[in-house]
C-alpha cells in the first residue's frame, strides 16, 4: 500500500471515524482504524462494536494512489501525528508487511500495523428500499426527542429513540416515564416495507456530531433487523439496534384538556429558568406554575436558600395549581421552534402539553409533580 493525500483531507475523515473507537473496547484490534486502499477509492473504517463509521475518499488531485493494500493502525497514534504535521501532503506507505512508514518532506514515523484480515468483518451493505430525507428535518427530529430518553439501564428499551415507519410517515419517539417527546414528518416518498425500531440514544448523539450545522444535503436510513445504517455525503454510520418492544406512547397522550394557553416561548423559558436558580437540587428541581386572575405566577422555594416568584400578565379565565421539573420544561421548551408555545392543561395532576402554534408535528409532554 503506498499512497499520498492531502493532510487536512485525511484529517477530516480520520477525526470522523474515530468517533467510533472505543478506549474500553475488549477486542484490542477495535482501537484501530482500517485503511483499505483500492485503485481509485481509500476506504478508512473505525468500529466499537455498537457503532460504526466508514467513510471514502476518492482517488484525484487530493489523493494519489500508487500501490493498492490494507492494513489496521492504532487509531490514537495515526490521529496525532497527521495532526501535528505540518505539511499540505502525507505520505502512507507499508513496508515489511506490518510496518507502516508515514513521512513528509521533513519527518518520518514508522508505526507497527495490524493484519487487515484480524479486523472483524463489518456488512456495510446497503438496503434497496431506504428513507431519504434533509439533513436538516432528520437533525430537527432527532434533537426534538432524544433528550426524553432514559439514562437507566434498567429498562433499556427506554434508552432509545423509537422511530416507526409507515407508508409516508416517519415518528419518532422517546420517553423516561416521566416526560415524553414526540415527533411526525411526513416523507417525500412511500417505503414499501414499514418498521418500527429502536435506537440507541447515545449513538445518536455521535451520529448527530458528524451532521454538520446548516447542512442542506440529503440523509438515508437504511432499516434492518438488528441494524440501521445512516449514509450522508461520503459518511457511512451503523448503529445497533436495541431489542425489545417499545410502549405505546401514544396512549400517555391526553385526548381532552381543560383549556390552552399561546405564551411567548422565550420569555416563558426565562422565566422559568430564573425560578430554578434557587432550587440547587438539579434531580428535584420542583416549581409551581399557577394561573389566577389572569395571571401567570412561577414560584420556587427551597427551605435553605429562599424563595423565587416569577410573574406575567396573560389572558385566561381558567385557573390551574400545578408542579413540574423546572429541568425537563427547559428542556421541551428548548425543542420549541416557534415563537410561542402552545401548553395545554388537562388538570393539576394530569400531563402538561407542549407544542408548537403553527405546526401539529410535535408533542412534548411533562408528568406534574405532587408537592403535598
Known amino acids: 500500500m503506498k499512497l499520498k493525500i492531502k493532510r487536512v483531507v485525511l484529517l477530516e475523515a480520520l477525526n470522523n471515524v474515530a468517533k467510533a473507537i472505543s478506549t474500553k473496547n475488549i477486542i484490542p484490534i477495535l482501537s484501530g482504524i482500517k485503511f483499505e486502499l483500492h485503485r481509485d477509492r481509500l476506504v478508512i473504517t473505525a468500529s466499537d462494536n455498537d457503532i460504526t463509521i466508514q467513510t471514502v475518499i476518492e482517488k484525484g488531485d487530493n489523493l494519489i494512489i500508487e500501490n493498492t493494500g490494507n492494513i489496521v493502525i ?32 521533513n519527518s518520518e514515523f514508522n508505526l507497527n500495523g495490524i493484519e487487515a484480515r484480524e479486523y472483524p468483518d463489518i456488512d456495510l451493505t446497503l438496503s434497496p428500499d431506504f428513507v431519504n430525507m434533509s439533513i436538516n428535518d432528520f437533525k430537527s427530529m432527532i434533537l426534538q426527542t432524544n433528550y426524553a430518553c432514559s439514562l437507566d439501564e434498567a429498562r433499556v428499551v427506554l434508552t432509545g429513540v ?16 416521566y416526560r415524553l417527546a414526540l415527533r411526525k414528518e411526513k416523507l417525500r416518498s412511500t417505503v414499501k416495507n414499514s418498521a418500527d425500531i429502536i435506537v440507541p440514544s447515545k449513538n445518536l448523539n455521535e451520529l448527530l456530531k458528524l451532521l454538520s450545522s446548516g447542512d442542506d444535503g440529503e440523509i438515508e436510513m437504511h432499516l434492518f433487523s438488528n441494524k440501521v445504517i445512516f449514509k450522508f455525503g461520503n459518511i457511512l454510520f451503523q448503529s445497533r439496534l436495541i431489542s425489545g418492544t417499545y410502549p405505546n406512547t401514544k396512549n400517555l397522550i391526553p385526548s381532552d384538556s381543560i383549556f390552552d394557553l399561546s405564551i411567548d416561548c422565550n420569555e416563558f423559558y426565562n422565566m422559568v429558568d430564573r425560578a430554578s436558580i434557587l432550587n440547587n437540587d438539579t434531580d428535584n428541581n420542583i416549581i409551581t406554575l399557577e394561573i389566577k386572575n389572569n395571571l401567570l405566577k412561577i414560584t420556587s422555594m427551597s427551605l435553605e436558600i429562599g424563595k423565587v416568584e416569577e410573574k406575567m400578565n396573560i389572558s385566561c379565565d381558567n385557573d390551574i395549581k400545578i408542579s413540574f421539573s423546572a429541568k425537563y420544561m427547559m428542556d421541551a421548551l428548548r425543542t420549541i421552534k416557534s415563537k410561542n408555545v402552545i401548553l395545554t392543561f388537562v388538570g393539576e395532576i394530569k400531563p402538561i402539553l407542549l407544542k408548537n402554534d403553527d405546526s401539529n408535528n410535535l408533542v412534548c409532554l411533562i408528568l406534574p409533580i405532587r408537592t403535598y
Open 74 to 105: 492504532k487509531g490514537k497514534y495515526i490521529l496525532d501525528i497527521i495532526r501535528k504535521l505540518d505539511s499540505e501532503f502525507i505520505n502512507i506507505e507499508i513496508i515489511d508487511d506490518h510496518k507502516i512508514m508515514i513521512f513528509t518532506e
Open 162 to 177: 423509537n422511530i416507526k415507519i409507515n407508508d409516508d410517515n416517519l415518528e419518532c419517539s422517546a420517553t423516561d416515564s
